[in-house]
């Protein structure tokens, strides 16, 4: 499976930025995808996660309540809304998928691929 990340940007602080994560080659129903940000001198982290079959989500508490995660299927798409950006949400973001739930993701468990970055820049 190949996954192409995009939609990153800058944007002022409250802004709105939506990222987009396409998923071609072998895919399984059963997936799960992930959305992970790393910041300039500082680790990666877990952001959202997202079941393929029913949509279930799992949000960061940096995040909980500002970005929502979705899916289109029928395209093999997975989106991450963001919302009432901040500055420390400034960092280059990737999607990942594999098995498990999206615990399991937020613990980076049973990731088969990952996307390349896209950058998120928030201004203050």
């Known amino acids: 499976v190949q996954l192409q990340a995009s939609g990153g940007g800058l944007v002022q602080t409250g802004g709105s930025l939506r990222l987009s994560c396409a998923a071609s080659?072998?895919?399984?129903?059963?997936?799960?995808m992930g959305w992970f940000r790393q910041a300039p001198g500082k680790d990666r982290e877990f952001v959202a996660a997202?079941?393929?079959?029913?949509?279930?989500?799992y949000y960061a508490d940096s995040v909980k309540g500002r970005f929502t995660g979705s899916r289109d299927k029928a395209k093999n798409t997975v989106f991450l809304q963001m919302n009432s950006l901040k500055p420390e949400d400034t960092a280059v973001y990737y999607c990942?998928?594999?098995?498990?739930?999206?615990?399991?993701?937020?613990?980076?468990?049973?990731?088969?691929?990952w996307g390349k970055g896209t950058l998120v820049t928030v201004s203050s």
């Open positions: 080659g072998r895919t399984f129903t059963n997936w799960v």
């Open positions: 990942a998928t594999g098995v498990g739930d999206t615990q399991a993701m937020a613990l980076s468990r049973g990731i088969k691929a």
């Open positions: 997202i079941t393929w079959n029913v949509g279930t989500t």
